[in-house]
């Protein structure tokens, strides 16, 4: 059975680089066909998709956090990890990690 556990900073301050990783268990993230998906929610709105890895290590974002996200990876240790650059307050919300399952999400707060 697959499972993901988000971890995340927490709190953040605007303009930082804050990283999520997700570790995954059950299920290697290196299979072939299968993505890895990072996904946000602010709040008092609907889920927002932000980008995968896939099994080979490729790499899709959507347009609007293309130039500030990157998604990485640690096969070692099954784990993804999401990077988001020069986070504003609009970044705050959950961030949950899925593929097969979803992760319990973790909260991401942008504030001075």
């Known amino acids: 059975q697959v499972q993901l556990q988000e971890s995340g900073p927490g709190l953040v301050l605007p303009s930082q680089t804050p990283s999520l990783t997700c570790t995954v268990s059950?299920?290697?993230?290196?299979?072939?066909?299968?993505?890895w998906s990072w996904v946000r929610q602010a709040p008092g709105k609907g889920l927002e998709w932000i980008g995968y890895i896939s099994g080979s290590g490729n790499t899709h974002f959507t347009p609007s956090l293309k130039s500030r996200a990157t998604i990485s990876r640690d096969t070692s240790k099954n784990q993804f990890t999401l990077q988001l650059n020069s986070v504003t307050p609009e970044d705050t919300g959950v961030y949950y990690c899925f593929n097969l399952e979803w992760g319990q999400g973790t909260q991401v707060t942008v504030s001075s």
């Open positions: 059950g299920f290697s993230i290196t299979t072939d066909g299968f993505y």
